[in-house]
């Protein structure tokens, strides 16, 4: 099948979150399989580290790109506003090459591209899916501009061949929102296993950031934005009597002001040697940070999956999530705890994982079977079914 990916942010602008990860997974998974798969997304601004490590080269639309056999398109970009960006050039690539491809999948909802390509889908009878990415709960800064947007867009959404789900938390979310039950494919977020099959030796991180070989590492991984709770984290430190446990934080600051606040708060509370903020970390970093950790953290007051958690038990690593986030039921007294969005009670479902050696055990030696379940492999199959049902029109019909 010829596939078009559309996606906001792509390889190499990781930092931009876990969509740009995920779509460069599960179109690389499509590619070795046999298909010709396309991304059409954003230049987020290229310097000489992102175009090595894209392999990109001007072109008449932006940039252009080819790697891991995929074929990938940076539009380029007029305007900016946070991470909302303006390329003219969609319009040009979808009248010029959208007919060439069997089906489109949209990610994400709050960016021009997506609506543009749907548009075209439509005219051109081109099957299209759309994966919101968690985004049709808008509970971030900016609710309202999100709502207005949401409802100007509602007719691409209501006409494709299928809205994805990445857990059993935003299909509820979808169905309650008057999508057809056949219409909305539940789909989890999984992770590249070959990449986690070699981790970097015990104790890199350690090393590399000064930590005692004694200390107890609670790491936080992911954007450092409101909802997802690292300052709550922060608030459970002077519940936990232990002086040997140490929050890592680690991700690029997702809001403005955000990372001074976390600062602040740590100062305040008396426990800024308890906390290490590293920054962002990707690649042999990033993993070498989880396997390291005693236990990853993510309580959230809102997580559509949870793509770190998931990192980190392929990692090996026990993860508690709180129970707004779509992984939860998958690593429920599996390879993992859940526990609520309060600092009280993550601070109890912290002092229960550590303090119980037969209990983290047991969640630490079910991490393998929990990642072999969430493998890209086995989810990209699913979807390659998915996409060869629209291509014969049995869900050519709007999701609703």
Same mark, same amino acid.
């Given at each position: 099948?010829?596939?078009?990916?559309?996606?906001?942010?792509?390889?190499?602008?990781?930092?931009?979150?876990?969509?740009?990860?995920?779509?460069?997974?599960?179109?690389?998974?499509?590619?070795?399989?046999?298909?010709?798969?396309?991304?059409?997304?954003?230049?987020?601004?290229?310097?000489?580290?992102?175009?090595?490590?894209?392999?990109?080269?001007?072109n008449?639309? #932006?940039?252009?790109?080819? +790697?891991?056999?995929?074929?990938?398109?940076?539009?380029?970009?007029?305007?900016?506003?946070?991470?909302?960006?303006?390329?003219?050039?969609?319009?040009?690539?979808?009248?010029?090459?959208?007919?060439?491809f069997?089906?489109?999948?949209?990610?994400?909802?709050?960016?021009?591209?997506? &609506?543009?390509a749907?548009?075209?889908?439509?005219?051109?009878?081109v099957p299209?899916?759309?994966? &919101?990415?968690?985004?049709?709960?808008?509970?971030?800064?900016?609710?309202?501009?999100?709502?207005?947007?949401?409802?100007?867009?509602?007719?691409?959404?209501?006409e494709?061949?299928?809205?994805?789900?990445?857990?059993?938390?935003?299909?509820?979310?979808?169905l309650?929102?008057?999508?057809? &039950?056949?219409?909305?494919?539940?789909?989890?977020?999984?992770?590249?296993?070959?990449?986690?099959r070699?981790?970097?030796?015990?104790?890199?991180?350690?090393?590399?950031?000064?930590?005692? @070989?004694?200390?107890?590492?609670?790491?936080?991984?992911?954007?450092?934005?409101?909802?997802?709770?690292?300052?709550?984290?922060?608030?459970?430190?002077?519940?936990?009597?232990?002086?040997?446990?140490?929050?890592?934080?680690?991700?690029?600051?997702?809001?403005?002001?955000?990372?001074?606040?976390?600062?602040?708060?740590?100062r305040?509370?008396?426990?800024?040697?308890?906390? +290490?903020?590293?920054g962002?970390?990707?690649?042999?970093?990033?993993?070498?940070?989880?396997? @390291?950790?005693?236990?990853? =953290?993510?309580?959230?007051?809102?997580?559509?999956?949870?793509?770190?958690?998931?990192e980190?038990?392929?990692?090996? =690593?026990?993860?508690?999530?709180?129970?707004?986030? #779509?992984?939860?039921p998958? +690593?429920?007294?599996?390879?993992?705890?859940?526990?609520?969005? @309060?600092?009280?009670?993550?601070?109890?479902t912290?002092?229960?994982?550590?303090?119980?050696?037969?209990?983290?055990?047991?969640?630490?030696?079910?991490?393998?079977?929990v990642?072999?379940?969430?493998?890209?492999?086995?989810?990209?199959?699913?979807?390659?079914?998915?996409?060869?049902?629209?291509?014969?029109?049995?869900?050519?019909? &709007?999701?609703?």
């Amino acid at each position: 099948m010829r596939i078009l990916k559309v996606t906001q942010a792509y390889h190499p602008f990781q930092d931009r979150g876990g969509p740009a990860i995920k779509v460069r997974s599960i179109a690389r998974q499509l590619a070795e399989m046999g298909h010709q798969v396309t991304i059409l997304t954003a230049d987020l601004g290229f310097g000489p580290a992102e175009i090595a490590a894209a392999a990109a080269f001007r072109n008449g639309e #932006g940039w252009r790109s080819k +790697l891991d056999g995929v074929e990938t398109t940076y539009l380029a970009t007029q305007y900016r506003y946070r991470n909302l960006t303006v390329n003219a050039g969609v319009i040009g690539f979808c009248r010029r090459r959208l007919r060439e491809f069997d089906i489109v999948h949209v990610y994400g909802l709050y960016d021009i591209l997506g &609506p543009v390509a749907a548009r075209y889908c439509r005219e051109f009878e081109v099957p299209y899916f759309v994966e &919101p990415l968690g985004m049709t709960r808008p509970i971030d800064r900016g609710f309202l501009p999100k709502k207005v947007w949401r409802r100007l867009t509602n007719g691409y959404l209501r006409e494709a061949s299928r809205m994805i789900a990445t857990s059993e938390q935003e299909r509820a979310e979808l169905l309650a929102d008057g999508f057809a &039950p056949d219409r909305v494919l539940l789909r989890y977020n999984g992770i590249d296993l070959e990449e986690f099959r070699q981790l970097p030796p015990p104790g890199a991180f350690r090393k590399k950031s000064g930590l005692r @070989d004694d200390e107890r590492i609670v790491i936080f991984l992911g954007r450092l934005i409101p909802r997802k709770g690292a300052d709550l984290l922060i608030e459970t430190l002077p519940q936990i009597d232990d002086e040997k446990a140490k929050l890592v934080i680690a991700g690029p600051e997702g809001e403005a002001g955000y990372l001074t606040f976390l600062h602040e708060k740590a100062r305040a509370l008396g426990v800024e040697h308890r906390v +290490l903020f590293t920054g962002p970390l990707y690649g042999e970093d990033k993993k070498a940070a989880l396997a @390291d950790a005693s236990v990853f =953290t993510l309580p959230s007051r809102y997580e559509n999956f949870g793509n770190a958690a998931a990192e980190a038990v392929a990692c090996g =690593t026990p993860a508690i999530v709180s129970d707004q986030c #779509g992984i939860a039921p998958l +690593l429920n007294q599996r390879a993992g705890l859940v526990t609520s969005y @309060d600092s009280a009670a993550v601070a109890r479902t912290l002092r229960n994982l550590l303090g119980n050696a037969s209990l983290y055990q047991r969640l630490k030696a079910g991490c393998p079977q929990v990642a072999d379940e969430i493998s890209w492999g086995k989810l990209v199959r699913g979807m390659q079914k998915s996409y060869e049902e629209a291509r014969t029109n049995l869900l050519r019909q &709007p999701s609703v």
